[in-house]
C-alpha cells in the first residue's frame, strides 16, 4: 500500500474566521460582511411570527450571529442536497464532514472525517482511517456510518424522475431507473451497478473492514476519488438515518455545526461541540429568501453578513460595497442523455443526436453569456483536457442523417 500524506487538520469553511467569503454553487457573485460575535442568544426570540413559510421575518434575525441568506433551499439532508443549489450545499457543507474535504488553496483532498488514508499501487483499493469524530448526539462515526451515508447518496434520484414513474407499474422504481448526478459519480465503485439495479442489498466495493477503518475498492484505476467523496453530498450521516423524511425530522449532524433552532424561514446553528473544527463563529443563522433579489436588499440594508448578488445587481454592488468581498463562482451546465432510457439504447442513435447539434449555437441561443465546454471539467480545473469531445462532437448534418439510417 502506498501511504497517502495527512494534510494538517485545517478547516476552510464559512466558520474558519469571523469575517469570510464562501463561493458556492451559483451562477451570480457572493458578497459578505461583518457582523458582531456577541455571547448568547436571546432566550424568548420569536422564530416565525405569523409569516409566509420559507420567507424571512427580519425582525427575529439576531444581531449576534453571521446571517447568510439562502434562496430556494428545499432540504436539509446531504444526500438530496442538488450541486446546483448554493443553499442546499452550503447548509450540507456548515453541518456534515464527508470523509475528505477540499483544500481551498490546492484543490486537492485534505482530511476531514478520515485523518489519513492509503492506496495500493493500481490506485483501486483505498483505505481510509477514520479519526476520533463523533456525531451531534455524541455518539462516535463508525465506518458502518460511512459506507450507509455511500450508499444513501447512491440510491438518491432526482425528484423530476420520481414523478415521471410514480404511475408506471410497470418500470423499475424510479431510484433505480433514474439515479441522480451525485449517485452516478460513485459508479467507479466497485459494485455500484448492482447495487442500483437491485441486484445486491450493498455495494460490494464498500466494505467496513474495522469499526474505524472503511476500505473502497474502484472497478478500474481512479486516483481523486478524495477529492471526488469532499463533496458536501457524501456528509456522513448516522447509519439508522434512513431516507430524507425519516431523517429530516431528527437531524443528527457531523460536521462543525449542529441545528440549535429550526422554523421555516430561519434556522439557527451552534457550533457542534462534539466536532474537532477550531470555528471562530459560535453561531451562524440561514434566512430563506424566496429570490435572489430579496436576500440581497436584506444584505444591502445591513441585515445579513452575506448574500448572493443577482447578476443584474453586480456592478451595483462593486460600486457600493467594493469588490474585495465579491467573489464569482464558476459552474457548469450540461445537457445528457438518460442511458437507462430504452429508446436511447442504441449507441448509433446517441451519436447521430451528438453530430446533429451545433454545441456552439446551442449554448448561444439557451444560455447567452456562458462559455461553452469541450469536456465535463472546465479550464482552470485539475484534470482538464483541451477538446476532450474532439471529433464526435463537431457539428454534421449528413453525418447524422447516416448515423440515423444505421441505428
Given amino acids: 500500500m502506498i501511504p497517502v500524506p495527512a494534510r494538517p487538520r485545517q478547516w476552510h469553511r464559512l466558520a474558519t474566521v469571523a469575517c469570510v467569503v464562501l463561493v458556492v454553487a451559483s451562477f451570480a457573485v457572493t458578497l459578505s460582511s461583518c457582523t458582531s460575535t456577541e455571547e448568547g442568544l436571546a432566550p424568548n426570540e420569536a422564530m416565525s411570527?405569523?409569516?409566509?413559510?420559507?420567507?424571512?421575518?427580519?425582525?427575529?434575525?439576531?444581531?449576534?450571529?453571521?446571517?447568510?441568506?439562502?434562496?430556494?433551499?428545499?432540504?436539509?439532508d446531504p444526500a438530496a442536497a442538488l450541486p446546483t443549489n448554493q443553499a442546499e450545499m452550503l447548509t450540507a457543507d456548515?453541518?456534515?464532514?464527508?470523509?475528505?474535504?477540499?483544500?481551498?488553496?490546492?484543490?486537492?483532498?485534505?482530511?476531514?472525517?478520515?485523518f489519513a488514508w492509503t492506496v495500493n499501487?493500481?490506485?483501486?483499493?483505498?483505505?481510509?482511517?477514520?479519526?476520533?469524530?463523533?456525531?451531534?448526539?455524541?455518539?462516535?462515526?463508525?465506518?458502518?456510518?460511512?459506507?450507509?451515508?455511500?450508499?444513501?447518496?447512491?440510491?438518491?434520484?432526482?425528484?423530476?424522475?420520481?414523478?415521471?414513474?410514480a404511475t408506471d407499474t410497470t418500470s423499475q422504481p424510479a431510484s433505480r431507473q433514474c439515479l441522480s448526478l451525485a449517485s452516478q459519480r460513485l459508479e467507479v465503485i466497485d459494485g455500484y451497478r448492482e447495487f442500483t439495479a437491485g441486484v445486491t442489498t450493498e455495494i460490494r466495493g464498500l466494505q467496513a473492514v474495522e469499526d474505524k477503518l472503511i476500505q473502497i475498492e474502484t472497478r478500474e484505476p481512479y486516483s481523486p476519488l478524495p477529492e471526488l467523496l469532499a463533496s458536501p453530498i457524501f456528509g456522513i450521516v448516522p447509519k439508522d438515518a434512513g431516507d430524507t423524511g425519516e431523517f429530516d425530522r431528527k437531524i443528527v449532524t457531523s460536521g462543525p455545526y449542529r441545528i440549535a433552532q429550526r422554523g421555516d424561514a430561519i434556522v439557527r446553528l451552534q457550533k457542534s461541540e462534539n466536532n474537532p473544527s477550531p470555528t471562530a463563529v459560535d453561531r451562524v443563522e440561514l434566512v430563506h429568501f424566496f429570490t435572489l433579489d430579496g436576500s440581497y436588499q436584506a444584505f444591502a440594508e445591513g441585515k445579513l453578513d452575506w448574500s448572493q448578488v443577482p447578476k443584474a445587481k453586480v456592478d451595483e454592488?462593486?460600486?457600493?460595497?467594493?469588490?474585495?468581498?465579491?467573489?464569482?463562482?464558476?459552474?457548469?451546465?450540461?445537457?445528457?442523455?438518460n442511458l437507462a432510457d430504452p429508446n436511447l439504447g442504441n449507441e448509433k442513435l446517441r451519436q447521430a443526436m451528438l453530430k446533429a447539434l451545433d454545441r456552439k449555437?446551442?449554448?448561444?441561443?439557451?444560455?447567452?453569456?456562458?462559455?461553452?465546454?469541450?469536456?465535463?471539467?472546465?479550464?482552470?480545473?485539475?484534470?482538464?483536457?483541451?477538446?476532450?469531445?474532439?471529433?464526435?462532437?463537431?457539428?454534421?448534418?449528413a453525418a447524422a442523417k447516416a448515423l440515423v439510417a444505421e441505428a
Avoid: Y
Fill in 49 to 76: 411570527r405569523g409569516v409566509t413559510p420559507g420567507s424571512a421575518d427580519l425582525s427575529s434575525v439576531s444581531a449576534n450571529a453571521f446571517r447568510v441568506g439562502v434562496v430556494s433551499r428545499a432540504t436539509l
Fill in 94 to 114: 456548515l453541518l456534515f464532514d464527508s470523509l475528505t474535504a477540499t483544500d481551498p488553496k490546492t484543490g486537492a483532498a485534505r482530511p476531514a472525517v478520515a
Fill in 121 to 165: 499501487e493500481a490506485q483501486t483499493t483505498w483505505r481510509f482511517a477514520l479519526g476520533d469524530t463523533k456525531f451531534s448526539d455524541g455518539r462516535p462515526i463508525t465506518s458502518a456510518d460511512v459506507k450507509a451515508s455511500i450508499e444513501r447518496v447512491a440510491l438518491q434520484s432526482l425528484n423530476v424522475c420520481k414523478k415521471s414513474t
Fill in 317 to 337: 454592488a462593486t460600486s457600493r460595497f467594493g469588490d474585495v468581498g465579491i467573489r464569482p463562482f464558476v459552474a457548469e451546465q450540461f445537457f445528457g442523455l
Fill in 361 to 397: 449555437t446551442l449554448v448561444e441561443k439557451a444560455l447567452p453569456g456562458r462559455h461553452m465546454l469541450d469536456g465535463a471539467v472546465p479550464p482552470g480545473v485539475p484534470g482538464v483536457v483541451e477538446d476532450a469531445c474532439g471529433q464526435v462532437c463537431v457539428a454534421d448534418p
